[in-house]
Every structure is written in C-alpha cells, then in structure tokens.
C-alpha cells in the first residue's frame, strides 16, 4: 500500500461505466446516477449470472443451467479453491481500487462471467486486472477470467507482467471528471468520506 492519503475509493465495475461513458454508450446523468449509487432494478441478465455463479461455486440452481457448460466452467477452477468471495484492495496513487475476486486459488485467482456477446480479449483492459497486484502478496500469479454465454465456454489469463497503463491513464482521466463535478456527487464515499 502506498503511503499517498487516499482521495477516491474506486471499484471496477464503476471504471466499467466510466469506460462506457468514454465509449459515449452512456451519458453524464447515467454516470452520475451510478457514481452515486441510485438504485436500479437488476437486469435479467444480472440476475441469471448470479445464478450461474451460484451454481457453479455452490451447487445452487444447478438444474437451471447445461449441466455440460457447468462442467466446463468447473474445470477451469483452481484445485483447491482456497477461498471464495475474496476482497481486494490497490492503491494507485490517491484511488484506492478495491472490489472482490470470485475465487481465489494457491497461485490463481478466478473471476466467473456471463455474456450474451463475447468477444476474445475483452478483458485485457478490465479493471478487475487489478487484482493481479491486489493479491500478489498472497501468492497470487494470475487472474483467470472464466466466461460463458452459455453456449461456449472462453477463458482469459492474465499475470503479474500484465500492462495496466491503459486502466491506469483511464483512472486519472475518471478522478479528473470526479473533481470538475465535485457539486453532483452525492454519495460521498467515493471520495474516502
């Protein structure tokens, strides 16, 4: 950890948005609305890969998804799964980067994800990568990323030599719209209050 005071508490499917936002997929109030933690409904599809995580970590549901797909992505785990749910935490100058790997293994952390569309690669420039210098003291060399649109099952692995200038710059760009709308941000907590 550095020894830098902590200005913004980020987490990586908030950068997600910002990296929509950038995209121009969503527009300044979406990106407010979830910088500031308005609620929304969860999405079907948010709903059915919390399932799937469920049932492929736990055994719940399991009669809800291909039993094949299942096996596929179970393969793909580390032996022994050490722990599940594992919390992280880097600090990158003033943002402190902290969220929860799915699970984590002697040497491999895991991340289980659903999609409707995947496309190879897409990871690369993930925030979660993040993780990877989160849990290197833990023994942790890389961060696999199991994904399924429940047709086919794909696999991203990235180490600790992974390039993270791209998620780095794009955190400096985010703090910077963080400051020049300081007054529209309600919920606090992401500037460390």
């Known amino acids: 950890m550095n020894s830098t005071t902590v200005k913004y508490r980020l987490y990586p ?4 948005c910002y990296d929509r936002y950038e995209r121009g ?13 308005v609620p929304l ?6 709903f059915k ?5 469920d049932a492929v970590v736990k055994g719940i549901g399991e009669e809800s998804f291909d039993i094949d797909i299942l096996t ?28 929860y790997v799915d699970i984590l293994g002697k040497m491999m952390a895991v991340d289980i994800k659903t999609t409707s569309n ?8 993930s925030h979660q990568n993040f993780y990877l210098p989160a849990l290197r003291a833990k023994g942790v060399r890389s961060l696999r990323y199991v994904i399924t649109d429940f047709r086919e099952v794909y696999q991203e692995e990235y180490d600790q030599a992974t390039d993270l200038s791209f998620q780095e710059n794009q955190i400096i760009s985010f703090c910077q719209f963080l400051e020049e709308r300081r007054e529209l941000i309600t919920d606090r907590r992401i500037f460390g209050v």
């Open 72 to 99: 596929r992505v179970r393969a793909l785990l580390p032996r022994p799964m050490l722990k599940t749910q594992v919390y992280c935490e880097y600090q990158l100058n003033d943002a402190l980067i902290y969220g």
């Open 49 to 53: 890969g919390v399932s799937f995580e």
């Open 25 to 37: 997929y969503i527009d300044d109030s979406e990106l407010l609305n979830r910088i500031n933690r």
């Open 118 to 125: 995947y496309r190879a690669g897409c990871f690369a420039r």
């Open 41 to 46: 409904p969860q999405t079907e599809a948010q």
């Open 13 to 16: 499917s908030l950068l997600g």
